[in-house]
């Protein structure tokens, strides 16, 4: 068979028009898609808001911790229910450490994602 | 539609601006569902499946890099679609695609005539599996090199080359079984 021949059979086939209003559809439907793209960078950068104030709240609680136990000299601190808590809860810091650091993770994660957009 | 102008609009595209899309629908929407249309022979699955990959296209335009031309990547991403839509609606298809054997009862006007010689010929491309009807329809309506249409298939040249000889065949003998010729 030839070319010209396959060409005019190939046109010859059942013949079908798009319709008219295709084009709209479609950016209907990407509308869609990019408003829903957007509330979810919102959200995300609400996320990362409130990440980024518990991680600077808990890191510093940590620090402050730290240096109470391991800089500031026994005794200065007047208060004796200050002294035995810190004494008796020595894992205060460590978990609030450990916190920090779970949210420092969360915080990377989302600015990622919110970079890749 | 120039590729510079394409490379334009995508450009805006990643910067925000969304909206310029619909110039590359409005320019490449006919290829794309006649494609589709030869792979899948209903107007109605056709349409949806174009909708769907200028949907995937939009998404996954940030990863175009511009190495082909964008109507090749974007028949590319028709191309998948459709072979994707056939696999899950395998079953359905087949029985949809027995077109009926008498086409008009009342054969009055040239219309009626048109419009079974139209039946004849589908009849007989549906005998050929969907790739091969892409593949001819990619080399001879669209006219592309066999590069081109590998690139697209994602097979090898030889084997695009093999295909359509044997597509040719096939749709030689077809032609012979429901007498399209006598039609013409």
């Not at chain 1, 229910?81 to 894992?91: D, I, P, S």
């Not at chain 2, 499946?49 to 296209?57: G, N, P, R, V």
């Amino acid at each position: 068979m030839e070319e010209k021949e396959i060409k005019k059979y190939l046109n010859s086939g059942n013949k079908a028009n798009i319709s008219s209003n295709f084009s709209f559809k479609v950016m209907k439907e990407i509308e869609h898609i990019q408003s829903e793209k957007e509330r979810q960078a919102n959200l995300n950068k609400k996320a990362l808001r409130l990440f980024n104030r518990a991680l600077i709240y808990t890191a510093s609680l940590s620090l402050i911790l730290f240096l109470f136990i391991f800089l500031v000299p026994d005794g200065i601190i007047q208060s004796t229910w200050f002294n035995n808590l810190l004494e008796k809860t020595l894992y205060l810091p460590l978990a609030t450490c450990l916190i920090s650091l779970v949210l420092l993770d969360r915080y990377i994660q989302i600015r990622k994602r919110l970079k890749k957009g | 539609m120039q590729e510079a102008r394409i490379a334009h609009i995508i450009n805006e595209v990643k910067a925000g601006n969304f909206r310029n899309f619909e110039e590359i629908i409005d320019a490449h929407k006919s290829m794309i569902f006649h494609l589709c249309f030869k792979m899948v022979s209903t107007a109605e699955d056709a349409e949806e499946i174009a909708q769907e990959t200028f949907i995937k296209a939009f998404k996954s335009l940030p990863n175009f890099k511009g190495k082909s031309k964008f109507s090749t990547w974007l028949y590319q991403i028709c191309y998948f679609t459709c072979i994707s839509y056939l696999r899950k609606n395998k079953n359905q298809l087949s029985v949809e695609r027995n077109v009926p054997e008498g086409v008009a009862e009342e054969p009055k006007e040239s219309e009626v005539e048109k419009k079974e010689r139209e039946q004849l010929i589908q009849q007989a491309l549906n005998l050929l599996n969907p790739v091969d009807r892409a593949i001819l329809s990619l080399y001879y309506l669209d006219e592309m090199d066999l590069n081109e249409v590998a690139n697209i298939t994602k097979l090898s040249k030889s084997n695009v080359k093999v295909r359509l000889h044997r597509a040719r065949t096939k749709l030689k003998a077809a032609f012979e079984q429901f007498n399209v010729y006598e039609a013409f």
